[in-house]
C-alpha cells in the first residue's frame, strides 16, 4: 500500500523542525563570541585617546590586528594588556625572534 504523501511530507517538517530546535539549544549553550572592535571601541575600554591607541599600534605595543587596513582589537587582550598580563605583542615576538628564543 502506498503511504499517503501529506503524512510523509508532515513527518519530514516534524523532523526539520526538531533539528532547529536541536541546533538553535546548541547555539544558546556555546560560549558568546568574544567583543572585538576598532579604534574607538578600544579607546573606551582602555579609557586612553584614540590618538594614543593609533599611537601604541605604531609602536607595536599594544594587541591588535590588521584586516583589509583596518584595526581590530579583542577586548579581552586589551584588559589583560593593561592588567600587565604579559599578553605578546607583535614587537616582543619580533624582539624574540632576533633574540634567537
Known amino acids: 500500500m502506498i503511504a499517503n504523501p501529506y503524512e510523509l511530507i508532515d513527518a519530514k517538517l516534524e523532523q526539520i523542525a526538531s533539528d532547529v530546535r536541536t541546533l538553535k539549544s546548541r547555539l544558546k549553550e556555546q560560549a558568546p563570541e568574544e567583543e572585538r572592535g576598532g579604534v574607538h571601541e578600544c579607546a573606551k575600554w582602555t579609557g586612553k585617546a584614540q590618538s594614543t591607541i593609533y599611537k601604541h599600534v605604531m609602536n607595536k605595543t599594544i594587541p591588535f590586528s590588521k584586516v583589509h ?7 579581552s587582550l586589551i584588559l589583560a594588556w593593561m592588567d600587565g598580563a604579559g599578553v605578546t605583542t607583535s614587537a616582543k615576538v619580533e624582539l624574540e625572534q632576533m633574540e634567537g628564543k
Open 69 to 75: 587596513g583596518k584595526l581590530y582589537f579583542k577586548k
